[in-house]
Nanobody
């Protein structure tokens, strides 16, 4: 089991920036892909970005390409989501997840999830 803790959420004005962090602990040696998802009020949880722990793979939702950057620090078992040019429609609870599978995988193929961190973008 991998335990995930997200941090870095908050309230920001449109056009602003935030950096989310997700620290993993536990059986991290079995982790191949880490991802960020988000869920806005009244909507289903959606994919935001993913990165392979070994490198060589990143993936982004079309809605965040060019504005969000996912990165990893393997020494700290941590991934980050740098978000710039934030829009009100980015408002959501952001979740970190890990998978024992590699690459572009379905949401239901992620094995462990964090509790989430709230991001609110005001207009």
């Amino acid at each position: 089991q991998v335990h995930l803790v997200e941090s870095g959420g908050g309230l920001v004005q449109a056009g602003g920036s935030l950096r989310l962090s997700c620290a993993a602990s536990g059986r991290t040696f079995s982790t191949y892909t880490m991802g960020w998802f988000r869920q806005a009020p009244g909507k289903e949880r959606e994919f935001v970005a993913a990165v392979a722990v070994s490198g060589g793979f990143t993936d982004y939702a079309d809605s965040v390409k060019g504005r969000f950057t996912i990165s990893r620090d393997n020494a700290k078992n941590t991934i980050y989501l740098q978000m710039i040019s934030l829009k009100p429609e980015d408002t959501a609870v952001y979740y970190c997840a890990v998978s024992r599978r590699y690459g572009k995988i379905r949401q239901d193929e992620y094995d462990s999830w964090g509790q989430g961190t709230q991001v609110t973008v005001s207009s």
